[in-house]
């Protein structure tokens, strides 16, 4: 089963597509995840994606689809997307590529609880373990409950680059919600619950889809 989770930034998408990859066993592929995995390498390709994310732009479709292509090429089982696609054309990249999507969630968040996620939440370099300060706390203090490395804030987490993230979002991914509503695979689910709530109306979503 192939499913894509959209939302704007802050919205849940990563902590719901934990999730549910689990419970369906699928893969949860997060460009995020793969571009800060690049950042780790000291290469001229990894200060220009540095530059770019710290910004709030988004990375040029080139390196993102090399990196989503080698990241999904062993997956048999199928997958989650979370970040991508993120423009039309990175959609229409998807189609070209034959992967069908079984289901796509847009997950409906206002803006005034994604600036109270995004500037609670607690990041694990080490191994992308997300928590939050107030609603999904670490047993210790600011150490990782999944591998005990320091938890610290994502550098795109500050007010000025999450306004830019939020802009980039409605003008350029905010589209690909149409595109998937006009190939009758996308459901919007209410993001604005606890996490519990969510992720029932997203598996009740995806079991609607397959029917
Ligand atoms: P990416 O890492 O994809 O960031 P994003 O889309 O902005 O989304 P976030 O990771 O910020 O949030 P999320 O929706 O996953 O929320 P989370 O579950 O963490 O991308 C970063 C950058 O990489 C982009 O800006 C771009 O530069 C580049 N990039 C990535 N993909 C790209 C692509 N395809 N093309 C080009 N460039 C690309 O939750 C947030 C917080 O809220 C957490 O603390 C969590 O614990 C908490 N929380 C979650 N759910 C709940 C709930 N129900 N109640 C209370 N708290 C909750």
Redesign the pocket.
Known sequence: MNLIIL?P????????AKIIAEKLDVAHI????L?RDELKKDTETSARIKE??NS????S?EI?VELLEKRVKDEKNGFIL?????NLE?AEILDEKGFDIDAAIALDVMDETIVE??S???FCQSCCA???AK??KPKKENICDVCGAALTQRS?DNAEVVEK?LNVYHELTEPIIVHYAEKGVLTAVD?S???ED?TNAILSAISKAAE
């Open positions: 939302g930034p802050g919205a849940g998408k990563g902590t719901q997060s460009t995020g995840d571009l770019i994310m709030g732009g988004l990375v479709d993102v979370d970040g991508f696609p993120r990175q996620r995004i609670g939440r607690l997300v928590f939050h609603y999904h795109d993230r993001g619950g606890n996490v969510i």
